[in-house]
């Protein structure tokens, strides 16, 4: 149980002296303590050590489950090592492991930062095929997002219209695609929208839909 206190405490390099002196000690730590020292490497995005860390469990035959495989690509994540955590979510299957919604979520944000909006698409309707969808609002703007900054800003509006729920960021994202394909009258429609809405649109919004006009 010290060891699982360890990463909110003190950190990885802690968590990781803590897990080698119980190996010294002729105790195989458990998946809850590789579990433990892999959310450490998260918070501080030391993906090689998250990576390191998978490789340790198989020499010792400890399977890891969902939540350390996410734990270790939430690492690669976070330190921008995007294809690493691209391949280790790939290997899920492999380990008899079904996608859970941390998992989509983390692959969803990747590909979104890669502007790969058609995979960020396909990810967000599986997320919605298995209800997956708490912060559904995130979701949708992440996804929006990729849309827009690869042009498909028709895209974009339609996923802001088929959005469960709305909030200012919204808003701020499809404004910003209108100002993309130069679509000024929804521009200010939306900035109206958002105003009877009570949400009140940012100053790059305005700067947007002024340069929608042209």
């Known amino acids: 149980m010290l060891l699982r206190g360890w990463p909110r405490a003190r950190g990885w390099p802690r968590s990781r002296t803590l897990l080698a002196c119980r190996e010294q000690s002729g105790h195989a730590p458990d998946l809850g303590q590789y579990g433990a020292v892999a ?3 998260v918070k501080e995005a030391k993906w090689a050590a998250a990576v390191q860390l998978l490789v340790d469990m198989r020499q010792r035959a400890v399977a890891p489950d969902a939540a350390v495989l996410v734990a270790v690509v939430s690492s690669c994540e976070r330190a921008r090592r995007w294809i690493a955590a691209l391949e280790l979510l790939g290997r899920m299957p492999e380990a008899g492991l ?3 919604a941390s998992s989509l979520v983390v692959a969803l944000k990747i590909h979104a930062r ?3 909006w058609a995979a960020s698409l396909h ?3 599986e997320m919605m095929s298995r209800q997956l969808m708490a912060g ?3 979701h949708y703007c992440t996804v929006m997002t990729a ?8 895209l974009a509006l339609r996923l802001f219209q088929e959005s469960p729920e709305r909030d200012a960021v919204g808003y701020n994202v499809a404004v910003s695609a209108c100002e993309t394909g130069f679509h000024w009258q929804g521009a200010i429609s939306l900035l109206l929208k958002a105003k009877s809405e009570t949400f009140c649109p940012s100053t790059g919004c305005y700067d947007a839909a002024i340069r929608a006009c042209g």
């Open 114 to 116: 890669r502007r790969h």
């Open 98 to 100: 079904r996608a859970s």
């Open 136 to 138: 559904a609002v995130v």
């Open 147 to 154: 849309c827009m900054k690869s042009r498909e800003w028709r």
């Open 39 to 41: 959310k450490a490497c």
């Open 123 to 125: 990810l967000l309707r």
